[in-house]
């Protein structure tokens, strides 16, 4: 019978992703360079398979598992020329763990296997070094004790530590032989008290024993937790590599290292890493001796090092990607222990991809491939440096509500940040408030970000911020804003920070943390901007931006953004004199006063949109009606609403009683989007006529202006039939009283399952969709996006849900009324616009599912289009990859 | 070319509905009864068509109908051997209106016309009746003026009032011919004055003029708002019949009379109407003689009586269904002026139509058909007495929460409540409340019926009063509770009622009033009882009941549920120590503190599922375990919540901030259902070991349990896959530990259109669906029923909405999702039992809905399970009919 479990390095001729789920990613990867020629200490690996047959089989070995590792081990001692573990020529073994996918340090390593009280004086009378021989000695039966027998590590420690003291010595480099021999002897000791047990002499024993361990390592607790977090499935088990030692702590012509093939901080193809003479492993970790530069070791191991150069530039070659290597040299000679594709930064990943093109390596499409969309985040807003973030502690951590990180003076109040920033214009501030309101705008645009104690990722601040680009931390519960006191606390740690002392916040991960921490930079090299371009060439989706200004528009262009697929006019009513003239006209009690007060917002929003259309000219506008209740735009706190009421000569009583009475139980289920436009028409009236009068202006001015007017909340054929009537009547008439025509189109914001389910009805009226993603996963699941933090944490925990649907769109749910809706849609209107807009427009996941349904753009917010035209790149070359596949398949 | 817009009556050969749509409802009827050769006075019918041609025609004559009218007329002059408006041998004519639906009093008639100066000479010569013909032309005058001419009542009533006055007479006919003559005269000066023509004399004339009004008064603003309400389309136009007068006012030997062929009232088969001598029709309206009974007429008319006998039995038999019948005696002779189906009470409908079965006048079919299943309301609850509320003024309006009426003295404290009728069991009550609370409980058990200032109709006050089957009025915004003042206000009235005193409430219709109006008891009849034998017959569709508590269960068995479709558990908790148990395990802040209070649950929900499988016994019980979020169950006022705090020995300040941590933005779209139950997974196993230790305790007495298991609020086959792990494991543990096996199912409340895509995968796990179809409207349509009240009302209103869909199933959206569920569900298991729950559950068009896309059954409130196997049986037999139909069809 053929082996099954058991294969030589490079005995199976399998690549890729097939070989490392067979002899998981180590075992792959030593195969692979052993088939290369290059020189690894030989070895074999036990297939994943085997381990798992182990679990089904109650923890026991498979039929036939002992046999083929006896054998390999046979064919391994006689390769080498050494038996494991002899009295005279002993073979010495690593047992390392290796899953399909790397999961480093999470499960358990054995090394020096074969060492007892025999084979020790063999290998020191070959090595001609007995310190080393019992050093080895001591390192096993201490790695052995703890990984393969559980003896509690400290136990051993306190033996090595009770021994230097005898000594007076501080490092274990300064125990000498006779010092070493009484620790294994202790240890031996140890070993038998714990276990009742002789340490085993047995070098099989050992062997099976470690087997055993490593298999068993699978299912600890942090290896669980490990898969759980990267969505690995916890069917894949782990293979056991076991190879022969060799030792770089053999004297001055001995040694070890790490290094990259290409600088993994900037991309630049230049040597790194590195290495540390007449050591292992372990020492480098250790850090008691400091590493020299990789390039050093041209000096002190001439012939090694080139051998190296000429190794690593294969294996690069080979696996046509940058890689993280290791290596160990002994007696001069070099031996390669492991290589993996190497992490590397945004920046780095970046260059190296487009570097590697123009060296013809790869194509253009397996450039944009290997780049990981949301990695570009790094590269498009400032970040804390991440070494620096390292040595800190996390005081609090929140939702990571907008990207980019902010460092600044703790200021409390809005107000009082705006008098900070006028009195000096140099001050870094960042806002810090239990929740922010549409009164605090003018604080949130002189400050470099936000945190706030209460609010989700869709709250007032996480979507100013985004609109800003500016960094958030929202909810974050773990701190306490004393505003009158002047000071935040966070009573988890017994900490306060006051008003005007530094804090750092980081907006991608949610982190706060205290003082100032140095920021990095973006850093859009170009590199950057020519890979942009292939990726526009391929990708089919267009791809454009949610921004409400002018300035958010023109980032946004720059970027890349093809349009506006939202621009949210609500947003444009918070500042200054807006809000109070919106607050009138939702306080007056009829038409009359309320188109009083609709007149003078009207100016304010024309000239908002002529300066969109500037910015935007030549591409589509996307131009949102009002959308959220009316009640958003009130002031909740008595004395706002005393303000408020003398302002508009109201007794305060009556603006109570008119706060109260537009409460609602359920507001993302209320009065809102169409429902009040239909109701209160005038109020889309204004809008109509702001978003014509400004397209007309700049039509007089040659400039070409494209708007796009989408109705939110809508769920009824009929809403969109009255609401295009409405929206048709007054624009005839701007245009008629103006004397120009200006062309524009009607559309709907698709974010109920009601306008999905009816989408043919609905476009025989509607002229595109948009796909309004936050409010349809809301109303498909049931779930308020305010709310389910309660639930929706413990979800992901329980693998409930693989994502939260709001980050990621959920295709077998959400995603399949987007698809009816499409297919519905065309049924009707063979050339309907369809878009999507709203968070997860910029997510990769989302962008893909959105070429594949068939959408003609996706929308999202400006320091995402990169990310979004990324995606899209990636999701049509998968694509025409795939397509070509099928062919070939069929062809076959 | 044969005639298009006008037909002799009895000249088209239509019949029933397609006669209506051509000629009207009355034309068809006038058709019919002359093509079975009874008595019509002779005359013919202007089509509804020519109506709307007339308006696509700028309201003008279309062309050929002016020929057509002509040539009618010459007809029936001939026939009648008199000219229209003849010096000498004049025909007098009615032109009414009449469209395909009936709507009385909404439009135009003109009675006498062909009356002119000269006609009334020889009308008056040949009826020797002189002030017969005067007056007879000052009514056409009158009627002319107003009706055609367009000139205020008013003006006509004064000039007759100043004649009286001048003659010191108070009553018409104490006028003679003089004063007759002299009004006919000052009618016509006021015609000259206020149109600046003369009256016109010409008989063509007047006859084309009241053609016109006819069709004019098909858009007159009470018509408008009829059809809006009735649901009747706008483009159906009325038709206008032309009818020869005849004259019941020609001495002792005339009269006019109305009937019904059966008593309307009770359905009895006797004589029932009204007749008068020597009179006309108007008179019997104008209520100056009392009519008397229609069987005197058989001494004073005994022919005509005999006559019109034998002619309502044979239109009777005829259109087998009860008549409604108009008719005159001119001169001995008996016309039948109209006849139509008669409206008869819920009492008379269901008596007549189990009679007509008995007569072998119409099939067991027709006879369910023929039952509107809502009006059987009438027969369930106490009703106000219909003709004492005409009298009274409505004082206010709110929903109609729970149908009934309430009569008692108004209290405004349930406790309060409680002492009352604990001091005098005999007093009847109506708890007023700004709205109810679980605390409430017991004041509502005495009191006969709860009118609230708010809330909607999922109020708390709304389902508990339906659950009880008590009348409830919610959310009338119209009142004010003044509680500690002892009284309630109507603003808008200027009206107070005090504590004590009486009030009158609908609950079927949402009125109020003031004092004690009579009840009328629900009247369960032989009839009725036979009625739903035959509909148990012949209906597909299963009908369950929602019912609480083995109360509820026993009525809603007696009124022939098949089972319990959706018993709610949470309200098994707010009654009395229930509550505070509740609340203990919500402010428990470990599980093993939760599993503590949750103890405490168990035996009072053991108990009430006991009872309620005893009073199911047989058959399915479907229990839905925990569904509202938990701060549903806590305190809201500062002092419950300090006592609260007293009793827990927490302090106050720790229950608020657990109050606050569990607010939530929406709540209906927050932690609850199973998201609640997987987190607290205590909660489910609680209620699982009750249901199942229930169902082990009635089958060691032999009584047949069949527990249900339902999981709310689940929108993903993982959350399914969870609970029925957390159930099943459960189970068997009780079951083992009392070594009993029960057999039970876990299945799916369907609220979330989430759930209803991915039905397929949710029915690997869940053995049965049942649609909740008030939260799948909700996330459907992304309405929030307490808060669509803002703008539901104006899109009825405004046929943006046909129908409300909370209260009608909405098909196109809602029930896509259903239908979508029933096919991927029954996809993955064949056998999956399917049903609905929820307010629409007794809906008829929801049921013939439910029939339609083969679900197994229905449920709802007790109250509603007759309405709905009714519908249920009405929906079996329209299917087979259209099966039928298009069997035939295809074999044509």
Redesign the interface.
Known sequence: MANKYVFAFGELKLKGKEAAYVLGNKGAQLAEMTSLGLPVPPGFTITTHACMEFYKNNQQWPKGLEKEVREKLAELEKKMGKKLGDHENPLFVSVRSGAYASMPGMMDTVLNLGMNDKSVLAFAKQTKNERAAWDSYRRFIQMFGDVVLGIDHDKFEKILDEQKKTKGVKYDSELEIDDLKKIVAKYKELVLKEKGKEFPQDPWEQLRMAINAVFNSWNNPRAIAYRRINKISDDAGTAVNIQSMVFGNMGNDSGTGVGFTRNPSTGEKEPYGEFLVNAQGEDVVAGIRTPQHISKMKEILPKAYEELVKIYTKLEKHYKDMQDFEFTVEKGKLYMLQTRRGKRTAQAAVKIAVDMVKEGLITKEEAILRIEPNQLNQLLHKQLDPIAKQKEEVLAKGLAASPGAAVGKVVLNANKAKEIVERNPEEKLVLVRTETSPDDIEGMHVSQGFLTARGGLTSHAAVVARGMGKPCVAGCEDIVVYEDKGYIEIPTKGIKIKEGEFISIDGSTGEIFKGKLPLIEPQVKGEFKELMTWVDSFRKLGVRTNADTPHDAKVAREFGAEGIGLCRTEHMFFEGERIKAMREMILADNVESRRKALAKLLPYQKSDFIGIFEAMKGLDVTIRLLDPPLHEFLPKEDQEIEELAREMGYSVEKVKQINESLK????????RGC??L??YPEIAEMQVQAIIEAAIDCKKRKIDARPEIMIP?L??V??MK?MKEIIDKKAKEVMEKEGVQVKYKVGVMM????AC??AD?IAEYGEFFSFGTN?LT???????R???G??IK??LD????LEDPFEVV?Q???G??IKMSVERGRKTRKDLKIGICGEQGGEPKTVEFCHKVGLNYVSCSPYRVPIARLAAAQAAIKDSQDKKKSKKSKRN
Not at 664 to 671: K, R
Not at 751 to 754: F, G, K, S
Not at 778 to 784: A, C, L, P
């Open positions: 609602e139980f359920n507001p993302m289920l209320g009065f429902r009040l239909i109701v909340v769920g009824h009929n809403e009255v974010e109920l399952p009601r389910i009816t009805k409010d809301q109303t498909t699941f049931g779930y308020s305010d709310d389910a309660k639930f413990y979800y329980k693998k409930i849900l959920d077998e749910g959400v399949e009324l």
